[in-house]
């Protein structure tokens, strides 16, 4: 594994400019600041990520991933809107692109391009394959769970919809993505089984909210 070699300073500079993207901004899916924190998460995930036994005797560029991690988003900003829609295509090759102009002055440019390799969804050399798998880990692991519960039900609310609209919707369309299929994306072992765990908790959390909602608990 290349060291990681971050420093406080570099990774304080860097969170200010994800602070100063994303703090303030409403999105429909996760409500005010959402991006901000989203960010926040897929790179303490991809940190831990880096310390765990089946990845650190890996030959990957830590500080590369970490960056990718932080700022693999950031194309978002592009978003003008007074409250973003959280489908943006093509947010991932903008974000690769303004790493250059953002982080210049703060990390070395061997960093920013081998991150920009990451964040790019047309890079497919060798190079940075498991990195690549990894800032997906971290990212796809913050939309299971409670906070996946969290986003449905703010971007509900904002549409003005109702709890029978997003049953039907777990039941139907959202059902379809979360199933041992997918789970079975995240390769390493150990990461699949904190995906596991979270889709088990949100399945039991839409299924309690089914039955309190019609009654069903109450015998």
């Known amino acids: 594994m290349v060291g990681y070699m971050l420093t406080k300073s570099q990774e304080s500079k860097m969170i200010s400019i994800i602070e100063k993207a994303f703090l303030q901004q409403v999105e429909s899916a996760g409500g ?24 650190y005797k890996n030959k990957i560029d830590s500080d590369a991933l970490l960056v990718a991690a932080l700022f693999h988003d950031i194309g978002r900003k592009k978003n003008r809107r007074k409250v973003a829609n959280p489908s943006m295509p093509g947010h991932e090759t903008d974000s690769a692109n303004m790493l250059k102009k953002l982080l210049k002055d703060i990390v070395p440019v061997n960093t920013i391009d081998k991150a920009a390799k990451i964040i790019n969804p047309n890079e497919t050399s060798k190079e940075v ?40 919707y777990w039941n139907t ?16 072992p150990r990461i699949r089984k904190i995906a596991q765990r979270r889709a088990k908790i949100q399945q039991e959390a839409m299924e309690e909210l089914a039955k309190e909602n019609s009654g069903l608990d109450i015998k």
């Open 32 to 55: 005010k600041g959402y991006r901000y924190y989203h960010s926040l998460r897929t790179y303490q995930n991809a940190k831990k990520f880096i310390k765990m036994k089946e990845i």
């Open 173 to 188: 369309d959202n059902s379809k993505r979360f199933n041992s299929n997918w789970l079975d994306t995240f390769k390493i």
């Open 129 to 168: 394959k498991l990195e690549k798998e990894l800032l997906y880990y971290a990212d796809e692991l913050d939309s299971i769970g409670m906070l996946k519960i969290w986003r449905m039900f703010t971007y509900e609310a904002y549409n003005k919809g109702t709890i029978e609209n997003k049953i039907f």
